[in-house]
């Protein structure tokens, strides 16, 4: 396509040569574009003159986009001087080293002395070809030539050198960039990067010479740089990276430090890449030294309000542990954090006793107090839609107030808390007018905010699962929450709107308002016929307002009106009553969802005191939360309970990246008056009470656990007359009851995988549920097995009257009960065998699971895996040993 632009770059000579006469053309004649070879630029010369001959004039020849009076300010000949070889050859040089030029002469003529120029061509468009993992809007940033500026051969060197540079980063040591140039007409050019990637350059094996106390698997586990090998498609960190090398070999001096090894040291650490450029290999060359333990441990305190032996007493470094420099650092952050909590700016500083006798570390801590320093004033850069007071008002600390380094760390960790700026985020501190005086700074780098999500899934609870949701949260740059979000799935569908203010009024008080539509069916989830027992409709918006009590607890209450609508479908579960009339019938629906059926009204007001230190709300790994919330129902509307309920979690770092984590949560629900209906029915109504199952405990089915009544069909009479029963859980028909109280636990551990697992968000976890629910009035079961009649309606209007049969089935007929219908009795053939009605599992028995998890937070969506096996169930309990989950996001 092109020639290559390097190729044949010739020096310049200072010798003189002969040249021809007469004068250079000025401009060539326009040429259409060529992709011709481009022709060595001729060696600079200068013409021999008689010494002594004085210059009286200098002429410029061959300028096109030049002045001139430009090119002469480049050199240093002027007219009145003598002209000599040395002077004529430092005006090549001058010329040359401006780059402007690609041609250059300088002839004399008694005293008239001509420059003759060819201009260096102007760059009409940069192109890159080959790039395949590099993007241009990657490479483009570091290219220094661009379009319009002149052509020189140094800057094309200069960018092929920074194109392999960054292939090198990406691993791929094997790149290869040929620049090319295409002349256009006009003296113009296109520049051409035609690059090579090459494979990345993987590292082949990492050899560690030196090491006694630690295995070589256990040192490569410590390493971000992992061996290359042909099943480890999940693991990162494989391509060679100098950077990383330099990171490693901190990695491997924390890890001897932590372990006692005060006198570890890395000799060398070389990375060879093999002859086809395709891998490395590293070796680290260490001596590891004597493993210490913690000699004498002090705090030397000067603050007026700290013992330094009760400190002492206090720090984990205990004589006769084994040495532990991270533990050491800890313990000055801790020494530091607890001077602040007390309003003082301490200074700690460990003093190391080595004794290579008895191979000790004792260590003191000199506590001294630096003077106090004021925050003068505190700076918000770099937000363009952010209002400043967004994050001024999640400072802890004033202007005018004592600096304090525990709340500069809270202010940090709020101001990431919001989700509006890039995570790499600190408070810098500057110094202000006088030596007591400090400039907060938060410079902040905004984010995108808004989302818009359209996700799809399958839940192994209701198949297909569409939502789509639209969110701003940061609306207008004032800190709320706005946002509209809906779902449906084969059996529910939910539309919500939300607002939320976090300062109301600017004041420390939060607002939230939902409005919603929740439509949900309850199917038979443990019949193969999955048939739907009733449908509920909620309507309804609930108000929030909440204040902080302290930093780390808040108060929130909350006032929620509803609407419910609970049926059932007529053409399966009504019939005509004694009455005449067309109604539910607890022979075919049950009496349970008989009474749920109807339409109610709740009003509802409540209130929770929460406590919450996590260190990270979406994945914590260290902290603590807790709840307690009360909810009256009866303000107004047709439903009256209390309802208490509370929850805690905490989470630990058990080290090496293991996240232990203990739940529970627990709850009441009482009926205001009797706890019983005329009819002896529980109070409390279906769609009020707890349930428990999958999600929340797992090796149970969805509703799984607790009171339910199970409806066995009959099969037969045993030999003693009593009926028999059908053992397939697939032709019971069965009523989750739920309960008036619940209890859940749960303990995780979750397990790293390593940094390239840790990337891909793949988290999979070890756990142990417990939990049960209970405590409903009993309900009168029904035993159907003499004859009987029941009527119902087809979808002609007409009666189905159904007779048991002396054989225990059961035939449905139908006679016409409008005057427009007189037709005779018809069979249908539809026949329905007796059954009775169990009570079962309403114990506060805990049913215990175990089982191991595994999350993908993946490309296609989060991926949520449980299998889980039952230890512990009540009779009627429904067990389930795998689910899953998996969801997409676009």
Request: hydrophobic share 35%; net charge positive; aromatic share 10%.
């Amino acid at each position: 396509m092109g020639s290559s632009i390097l190729a044949g770059v010739p020096q310049i000579a200072l010798a003189a040569a002969p040249a021809p006469k007469g004068k250079a053309a000025v401009a060539p004649a326009p040429q259409p574009a060529t992709a011709s070879a481009v022709p060595a630029p001729a060696v600079p010369a200068a013409v021999p003159a008689p010494a002594g001959q004085v210059i009286t004039s200098i002429t410029v020849d061959g300028v096109q986009r030049l002045e001139p009076d430009t090119v002469l300010s480049y050199v240093k000949m002027r007219v009145g001087q003598t002209y000599t070889q040395v002077a004529a050859d430092q005006v090549l040089k001058d010329l040359n080293a401006t780059e402007l030029f690609s041609d250059l002469q300088v002839r004399n003529d008694n005293g008239h002395v001509t420059i003759t120029v060819k201009e260096n061509p102007v760059i009409n468009r940069i192109v890159l070809e080959g790039n395949k993992h590099l993007k241009e809007d990657k490479i483009n940033p570091e290219i220094k030539l661009a379009p319009r500026q002149i052509f020189t051969r140094s800057k094309v060197r200069a960018d092929v050198a920074r194109i392999i540079e960054l292939y090198k980063r990406q691993g791929r040591f094997g790149a290869s960039v040929e620049p090319k140039m295409v002349k256009l007409d006009q003296n113009r050019v296109d520049i051409i990067f035609e690059i090579t990637e090459g494979p990345k350059s993987k590292v082949r094996q990492i050899n560690v010479i030196g090491n006694e106390a630690f295995t070589d698997k256990e040192i490569a586990a410590v390493m971000m740089t992992k061996e290359s090998r042909p099943l480890h498609i999940f693991r990162s960190g494989t391509s060679y990276d100098p950077d990383k090398l330099a990171y490693d070999q901190q990695k491997l001096r924390q890890f001897y430090l932590t372990n006692g090894y005060a006198d570890f040291r890395v000799v060398s650490a070389v990375a060879e890449l093999t002859p086809n450029k395709r891998d490395f290999i590293i070796t680290y060359v260490i001596e590891e030294g004597k493993r210490y333990k913690f000699g004498d441990v002090k705090v030397d305190s000067q603050l007026r309000d700290f013992d330094g032996s009760v400190l002492a007493k206090a720090l984990p470094e205990k004589k006769g542990n084994w040495y532990n420099a991270k533990q050491v650092e800890d313990t000055i952050d801790q020494l530091n954090d607890t001077a602040g909590a007390f309003g003082y700016i301490a200074d700690v500083r460990p003093e190391y006793k080595r004794d290579p006798k008895t191979l000790t570390m004792g260590i003191t801590f000199d506590m001294t107090e630096v003077p106090r320093v004021y925050v003068e004033r505190i700076d918000v850069n770099g937000n363009t839609l952010t209002q400043d007071k967004v994050v001024r008002r999640e400072f802890r600390l004033a202007e005018g107030d004592a600096f304090n380094t525990l709340q500069i760390k809270r202010s940090t960790n709020r101001i990431k808390s919001l989700g509006y700026f890039q995570d790499k985020f600190e408070v810098k501190q500057v110094n202000g007018s006088a030596p007591d005086r400090v400039v907060l700074e938060a410079n902040v780098e905004e984010k995108p905010t808004g989302e818009l999500q359209l996700s799809a899934g399958y839940s192994s609870l209701e198949s297909f699962i569409f939502s789509a949701a639209i969110k701003q949260n940061n609306f207008r740059g004032r800190g709320q929450t706005v946002g509209l979000s809906g779902s449906i799935s084969r059996f529910s569908k939910s539309i919500v709107l939300s607002f939320a203010e976090p300062y109301l009024l600017d004041k420390s008080i939060s607002l939230g308002l939902d409005v919603y539509r929740r439509d949900y069916n309850n199917y038979n989830y443990y019949s193969s016929n999955s048939n739907t027992l009733y449908s509920n409709s909620t309507t309804g918006f609930q108000a929030r307002l909440g204040f902080p009590l302290t930093e780390y607890s808040s108060l929130v209450t909350r006032y929620t009106l509803n609407y419910d609508s609970v049926s059932l479908d007529p053409a399966t579960y009504y019939s005509i009553n004694s009455a005449g009339k067309f109604a539910c019938n607890p022979l075919l629906a049950g009496r349970y969802l008989c009474e749920a059926e109807g339409k109610r009204t709740s009003s509802i007001i409540g209130a929770s005191l929460i406590y919450e230190n996590l260190d990270n709300r979406v994945h914590p790994s260290k902290g603590r939360t807790a709840s307690i919330g009360v909810d009256l129902s009866g303000l107004g509307g047709s439903v009256r309970y209390a309802r208490l309920r509370a929850n805690a979690a905490r989470y630990w770092p058990a080290g090496k990246g293991f996240i232990f984590s203990v739940k529970g949560e627990g709850g009441v629900i009482r009926a205001l008056g009797s706890s019983t209906t005329s009819s002896g029915a529980d109070a409390i109504q279906l769609t009020d009470r707890f349930y428990l199952g999958e999600p929340q405990i797992s090796g149970f089915d969805i509703r799984g656990v607790g009171p339910r009544i199970v409806r066995k069909t009959q099969t037969g009479t045993n030999a003693d007359g009593t009926p028999s029963y059908s053992f397939d859980r697939n032709d019971w028909t069965e009523d989750a009851l739920g309960g008036r109280y619940y209890y859940l636990a749960r303990a995780e551990l979750e397990i790293p995988l390593g940094a390239g697992a840790k990337e891909m968000g793949i988290r999979p976890s070890i756990f142990m549920t417990a939990g049960a629910v209970w405590g409903i009035t009993h309900p009168a079961t029904q035993f159907f097995t003499s004859n009987q009649f029941i009527a119902t309606r087809n979808s002609s209007g007409q009666a189905l009257y159904s007779q048991t049969n002396l054989d225990g089935s059961v035939t449905t007929t139908t006679n016409a009960i409008n005057s427009q219908t007189n037709a005779a009795n018809t069979a249908l053939g539809n026949t329905v065998a007796p059954f009775q009605e169990f009570f079962y599992g309403d114990t506060p028995l805990p049913r215990i699971s175990i089982g191991v998890g595994f999350n993908w937070n993946s490309p296609f969506g989060p991926f949520r895996i449980d299998i889980a096996k039952s230890l512990l169930h009540a009779v009627g309990d429904d067990t389930k040993i795998f689910t899953f989950n998996v969801g997409t996001q676009f």
